[in-house]
């Protein structure tokens, strides 16, 4: 087997977008008429009589614009609201209710929605005029129809006529959006009306504790103030959804083993962060666990109120001793274990507000486990507070969550519920002992295209269980949540032990579960996610004798972050091997913005280096195709979008078919590969600024052969320093230094004591 290596010391190079534009695109699907103009110019007129009349507290108006189609950022408006700052009116984006077109909800001024009127009235006069009451692309882009002239005695410019057409093209209609709903106790987002929150409520009749309001957008009401929201304003309704959850259920076989089991002393084992239910101080490895009880003495408890966390963290601890059959060459870990929930029915509102502040109160833990989950499922148009506040989280801070897939509750449920949609997490579904999905496992897609779960691992079964303790001694269980702490273990020894970064650690996960399936289908990913990790931590950071396999990692700070200097060995002045990349990241991410949630795309290309300068894209790169990036076709939405998902994933995986019929590729004046990270934004460019990627690359030899030794003296003869990812040397060293910093605080404790 051969070791993965990391490569340092040869910074990727940061270069800017030339933003020569090609200027407004008409759909080319679309015909543009003098009537379609006049009857959007009516519903602008609705909507302005609607605001004129309605008593509201806030300056400003919202319109929701029905697309005709998913649109690309480039197809939005850019002429018809504000110009070529009409992005930054968005305050609210979802689909149709059959995913197929885009509803996008804008924040005007009322005097932009006056403007807006005329205009459309300007321009469907001059298209009755100079172009007979229609135009399509091609007539448009003839520069003997349209051009400068045309408009020598116009009010409106060339530009703004092209614009504002190109605009209408991708328009069915424009309306107020007045969602309704069962009035209960609800966690709802409200639009960004730019006003206080606490102030506009007060104004609406509503008084909020400060305790009840998460962040300037989503407040936490109880069955009355939502009910009286929606009578005063429901336009302002963004997302509802109700607080009340109940905990993902998990299945417990009654067959209590009280043996006594002895553990050792925890020495210089990696601390690992637990938010969960309740923990037994009694169980006979309470030691290894710091625990932190977060739930109001008021509260009244059970015993069945301590088994699930108590259970999670019993795996994190000491899951192989348990579990021989999944023995990961892990070790032990501690565990600093937080109880922020009983096992019934509990606040998801107040626990958000707590994972924030254990989070921000505890930067020593960088991996942390939530084996929580609603039974409820997620919204198809937007993500949950939880998960959202996770996403944040994670953006601010250097940590990752492990998050349980959730179970069904019953057969209607199907799809996962919160915070299992957190887009930054590591999200992992429970498969069975023979790799098969179980029966309580739910289903992702996220907002139709994230891929959730990210993985799957083993969380029992009738087959086999997984065996954990419980206050009352050993048991039998099945569910997610014991098939993430098993990857919480995982990620843990590749941060902690190994000294990988969040982003490769992350990256070399997906990575190991997927393999060379480059063709996995939509329908699996949203039960498996990329697929099964392997069990011991060797088959992961360890590869095949006839691969070689990298880690990279650096910051995007511009467009494009690249490397051109990857010395990938030749035979015969060609390159006999397959390739395949897989990069993570961690966005910015806007709940705000609906179905639009990642403010950030990273996209990943890897390959020769062809005479050109340009990087000869390994096949296979679904993904990253001029037509899918600048395209609509990026969701799951028909046949051909669903061969494409990936656009906004935080996830990139591209990858050669390793066939029978594998034929050497041709080498250039440039002998080196390389990689380029181009980055996309939504909203602010400033979005993209600063991301950490990490990407792992394997190169797998078409005969057989093992070139590693002359793939680490090329990149040494570089300038890279090449660090071999050897267990037993990095067990060492991080052995070695945690007793360093021992020594140094027993060191002070006796000069402490001796003064």
Known sequence: ?????????????????????????????????????????????????????????????????????IVAKSNRIAGIFKGINSNEAIVGAKFNESKSKHIITYFLDARDLSTSIKLLSDIAEILSQKFSGKINKNKMNNKNVVNSIVFNDSSISMSTFKQVVADVSYIDSFEVELPTMEFKQSIITIYDVKKDTKQLFEELGIGLLSARILDNQTVYLDEKQVELLFEKAPYLVS??????????????????QNNTIAIQSPTIEPTVGVIDTLFDKNVYFSEWVDYHEMVSKDIPRSSNDYRHGTAVSSIIVDGPRLNSW???????FRVRHFGVAVGADFSSFSIIKQIKSIVLANPDIKVWNISLGSN??????????????????????????????TNKPNEDIVKIGSPADSVNSVVVN???????STKY??????????????????????????????????????????????????LAYLIEILGLNREVAKAILIDAARGWDEKISPEKVALYGHGI???????????????????????????????YHFPIPLKNNKYPYIARATMCYFPLCERSQGVDYTNTELNLHFGRIGNDNKIKDIKGDKQNTDEALDGEKNYLLEDEARKQFRKWDNVKYISESATKKMIPKDSYRNKNWGMEVKTNNRLDPKDGVGVRFGAVVTLKE??????????????????????????????????KVNEDIQDLLHIEKRNEEGE
């Open 1 to 69: 087997m051969n070791n993965v290596l990391e490569l340092k010391g040869k910074r990727f190079v940061q270069a800017s977008k030339n933003n020569r534009g090609g200027g407004a695109a008409m759909n080319s699907k679309k015909e543009v008429t003098t009537e379609h103009l006049l009857r959007l110019k009516s519903q602008l007129v609705q909507i302005e009589t609607f605001w004129n009349k309605e008593s509201k507290p806030f300056d400003g108006v919202l319109v929701s614009v029905y697309y005709n189609k």
């Open 239 to 256: 997302m509802a959804t109700v607080d009340l959850s109940r905990l993902s259920p998990d299945d417990f076989i009654n067959e209590y």
């Open 326 to 332: 999944l023995e990961d060459g892990c070790g032990r």
């Open 376 to 405: 409820q499922e997620i919204n198809d148009n937007f993500i949950s507070a939880e998960a959202s506040m996770l996403d944040q989280i994670q953006f601010e801070n250097n940590v990752i969550f492990v998050v349980a897939g």
């Open 430 to 436: 429970a498969v069975t002992k023979s790799g098969l």
């Open 441 to 490: 496992a739910r289903k992702g897609l996220v907002l139709s295209f994230f891929a959730k779960p990210d993985i799957s691992y083993y969380g029992g079964s009738e087959e086999k269980y997984i065996r954990v303790c419980e206050p009352l001694g050993a048991a039998n269980v099945a569910g997610t949540s014991y098939a993430a702490p098993w990857i919480t273990r995982k």
């Open 533 to 563: 990790v392997p069990i011991h931590i060797n088959d992961i950071i360890q590869t095949k004798d006839d691969e070689i396999k990298f880690v990279v990692s650096d910051i995007s700070e511009k467009w494009n972050t690249y490397n």
């Open 702 to 735: 078409m005969n057989g052969v093992n070139r590693i030794d002359e793939f680490i003296k090329n990149c040494t003869l570089n300038g890279w320093l090449v660090n071999i990812i050897d267990i037993a040397n990095r067990v060492d060293i991080h052995q």
